[in-house]
């Protein structure tokens, strides 16, 4: 499958630009910025005409790099697709930016905006006036540097290799190792995994101490005093706090990590040992082999379309789509950036989804996760203007989240034996509970990072070290693993890429537990909110968009306390 092609997409028609748009140098594209910027606007209906077609712009624009970003992560040592990715971030973005601060500050000063409907256009204004008051042009070239520096983490991330029964395989294609019954094969991947990651924990480090000093920069030269406070303004958080965070810190620490140590201190008994081990907290307490939910990446499409269209039939209309069109890459191999996303075409309207898949339940768990993204994509589409469908990541993630436990309900289409049924829910379950103190220990890293900004390589690692010991069950035994334990943190791809992009799992966790509890109440009008909520893109704030789901955007222990006791009684019916 030629995973790069786009040639089968049906694009939406374009109105305002036209001819054989090149991005191949800047001359061809400046024109089309100074259109819009000395176009005079007189009335209401011209302006709308004017955003309609700066989205136009804004759309083919954000197309152009996500196909330079998909092929350089597909295939990382390609030299063309490096290329010309690096060439987006070093020489067409740097000269974009300043046009597109200027028709942000156009719109801004408009006086007919405030005749705009503001149950559609109120959120996305507040938007542009924020980006406005952060922009600064000297930060550009430290942009671009810092997208130089992400991408070199995701080349030698993907580079990593080691060798398993004498054959080389990617990193990620050993976690089925870690769910094997003998605890000779475990300790071996463990050990040759993290020698593999820890040969490069200089290498990280220093990378990553080039990250810190771009982002305090570009954080001041905005005029803030870290660049966690600049993050907060930059991911336009205006529904919460960084106060809200540590409480969202507190609530999993006193309500989740009991349950997870329950849920480790029963593991540690079942399998017998005298000390519960971080290479034991995969396999099967019943000593079966690892699931096997797919045979291959065709099966695991079929499976996946036919899971989906029991939950709602246009649901696998919109992954056939995508299938058709070539949107897929699945399988883990060496020279692919570690991870996996959805990636929206913001032209197209058919998004692009990525992952590292090896033929276990978790690749389940991640393909239903980004089709939850995709169909996300699908249901905002209708919105006029491609800025009022980038909602976010609050948001985001609770459309993901969501789909992995309503599509729960339908993995019997992955497994007929009803066994093997209620060890991949069960697995999950436990999952979803165990994502909340990763969540809070990544998070709580971040803000540590970032207020302590002339931190050496050492302290940050024991920062991470301190902070993981309380988010963590206290019955895993790290002896002798203390190396790995504390450098654990360079594995977590968001912190080297997206900073602060962590939180939202757990706010969307919460939220998706709470859709999950409606779907089992009543399905069709779950999903009816469900989808009334995604259909909003981001006209409304995070709060109003949860409501029309059907759930409250809340991260107090109360509400923590309500939802972990709703997913113990479920676990409980499962045995």
């Known amino acids: ?59 083919v624009f954000d197309e152009e790099m996500a196909w330079r970003y998909i092929r350089s992560t597909c295939d990382t040592v390609n030299p063309d697709y490096e290329k010309a990715y690096d060439f987006f971030v070093t020489e067409i973005e740097p000269k974009a930016a300043p046009w597109f601060q200027q028709l942000n500050s156009k719109l801004d000063a408009c006086a007919f905006r405030t005749e705009l409907n503001p149950e559609v256009y109120a959120i996305f204004l507040r938007t542009i006036h924020n980006d406005i008051a952060i922009y600064r042009e000297k930060n550009i070239p430290l942009f671009t540097e810092i997208e130089k520096l992400k991408q070199e983490y995701g080349k030698i991330a993907g580079d990593m290799m080691v060798t398993m029964e004498g054959k080389e395989i990617t990193i990620q294609q050993t976690s089925n190792y870690f769910k094997n019954t ?71 620490e006193a309500e989740v990590v009991p349950f997870i140590t329950e849920i480790e201190t029963a593991r540690k008994k079942n399998l017998g040992l005298s000390e519960l081990r971080p290479y034991d907290l995969e396999v099967d307490l019943t000593g079966k082999p690892a699931l096997k939910p797919f045979q291959n990446g065709e099966d695991f499409l079929d499976k996946t379309i036919l899971c989906l269209s029991r939950v709602r039939p246009a649901y696998a209309e919109y992954i056939s789509t995508m299938r058709a069109m070539g949107h897929f890459d699945l399988d883990s191999r060496k020279g692919k950036a570690p991870g996996g996303y959805n990636y929206s075409l913001s032209e197209t309207g058919v998004p692009f989804i990525f992952m590292n898949s090896v033929g276990s339940q978790r690749d389940v768990i991640t393909m239903v996760h980004e089709a939850g993204h995709a169909i996300h994509s699908f249901l905002e589409n209708p919105l006029p203007l491609t800025s009022l469908k980038n909602p976010p990541s609050e948001v985001c993630e609770l ?137 909003l893109g981001y006209t409304q704030p995070i709060g109003k968009i949860y409501e029309a789901a059907g759930i409250k955007f809340d991260f107090s222990q109360k509400y923590v306390h309500e939802l972990v006791r709703f997913v113990k009684e479920q676990l409980e019916l499962i045995k």
């Open 182 to 252: 003998d605890r000779t094969i475990r300790l071996e991947a463990f050990v040759k995994v993290w020698e593999r990651r820890l040969a490069d924990r200089e290498v990280f480090d220093k990378l990553f101490d080039q990250l810190c000093v771009l982002r305090q920069e570009v954080a001041t030269n905005s005029g803030y005093d870290n660049f966690r406070d600049y993050s907060f303004a930059s991911l336009g958080r205006f529904d919460y706090t960084k106060e809200d965070c540590f409480r969202f810190h507190a609530a999993v």
């Open 399 to 535: 459309a993901s989240m969501s789909m992995e436990l309503i599509s729960m309900e339908y993995w019997n289409v992955f497994y007929s034996n009803e066994e093997d049924l209620k060890r991949a829910r069960r697995e999950q379950l436990e999952k979803v509970l165990g994502t909340l103190p990763w969540v809070a220990t990544v998070d709580e890293f971040q803000h540590w990072i970032y207020e302590n900004k002339n931190h050496t390589a050492e302290e940050r690692s024991n920062a991470w070290s301190r902070i993981m010991s309380k988010f963590e069950s206290p019955v895993i035994d790290w002896k002798g693993f203390e190396v790995v334990q504390k450098y654990n943190w360079q594995k977590q791809l968001h912190i080297f890429e997206v900073p602060f992009y962590y939180i939202e799992y757990g706010m969307a966790q919460l939220g998706a537990i709470a859709v999950w509890r409606n779907y089992l109440l009543n399905p069709e009008k779950a999903l009816d909110q469900y989808e009334a909520a995604l259909k």
């Open 1 to 59: 499958m030629d995973v790069v092609s786009s040639q089968l997409a049906n694009k939406l028609k374009r109105h305002f630009l036209f001819g054989d748009l090149s991005f191949d140098n800047w001359e061809g594209l400046e024109p089309w910025f100074k259109n819009l910027s000395e176009r005079k606007i007189s009335s209401v209906d011209e302006l709308m005409k004017w955003l309609l077609d700066y989205s136009e712009l804004d759309a």
